[in-house]
């Protein structure tokens, strides 16, 4: 069964600065996605990023980006000059391409930003 | 922009009582999730629907039903509410096609007294 290992459960950044989260995972299979969610603090789970697995280029939208190692079944997420909106819940979560339902989701990183 | 509405954010139930959570899409998805989330514990899987009056066990399927009569709607429902059952609930939709993501309403906060 794959796994989603989220390891660091709190993180802290300064305004402006970087900082990346770290996310792992466990299959057998060699065609899937990754996803980063971040949950605020309002609820409403949103995509940041996703990640096919037969891409080797890594993902990136503005501000965000990610190192995906295939090989090491590794997926960080990188946050680059930091904003106090980027203060969530952030989920790493990976679903097989055979299947378009199951997301299985990481427990999460509290991120928190200081000004 | 996809819109997942769930109908409550906040509700109070009492132990012994049947509870129904409602979800709308607007996307015309095919697929449409039920997740709990809990803190440490991330979000885990109750049941799926990937067509109207279709429907799969997730995770975490016990004490717990579900009904998809129109491909828009899909319900959760607690057929006899336990305390454990005290949790944040979001209902997710999904196209399911190639790496499109899932789509996630603002979640039902629900305490069972």
């Known amino acids: 069964a794959q796994t989603v290992t989220q390891s660091q459960p709190e993180m802290s950044v300064q305004e402006a600065e970087t900082v990346t989260l770290s996310c792992t995972y466990d299959?057998?299979?060699?065609?899937?996605?990754l996803f980063w969610y971040k949950q605020p603090p309002s609820r409403q789970m949103i995509l940041v990023i996703r990640?096919?697995?037969?891409?080797?280029q890594n993902a990136t939208e503005n501000r965000f980006s990610v190192n995906f190692q295939k090989a090491a079944k590794s997926f960080s997420l990188k946050i680059s000059d930091s904003q106090l909106g980027d203060a969530a819940m952030y989920f790493c979560?990976?679903?097989?391409?055979?299947?378009?339902?199951?997301?299985?989701f990481g427990t999460g990183t509290r991120l928190q930003v200081f000004p | 922009d996809v819109k997942v509405t769930q109908s409550s954010r906040y509700l109070v139930k009492r132990t012994g009582e049947k509870v129904f959570l409602e979800c709308v899409q607007d996307?015309?998805?095919?697929?449409m999730f039920w997740y709990r989330q809990d803190p440490g514990l991330g979000l885990r899987l109750i049941y799926f629907?990937?067509?109207?009056?279709?429907?799969e066990k997730g995770d975490i399927p016990e004490g717990y039903s579900v009904s998809r009569e129109k491909k828009e709607r899909f319900s959760l429902i607690l057929e006899s509410a336990s305390t454990n059952q005290t949790s944040m609930y979001l209902c997710?939709?999904?196209?399911?096609?190639?790496?499109?993501?899932?789509?996630f309403g603002d979640g039902t906060r629900l305490s069972i007294l």
């Open positions: 979560a990976y679903r097989s391409a055979r299947r378009a339902d199951k997301l299985i």
């Open positions: 299959t057998s299979e060699s065609d899937y996605y």
């Open positions: 629907s990937y067509d109207v009056k279709m429907k």
């Open positions: 996307m015309d998805h095919e697929n």
């Open positions: 997710a939709s999904s196209s399911g096609q190639g790496s499109q993501p899932q789509h």
């Open positions: 990640q096919e697995a037969y891409k080797q």
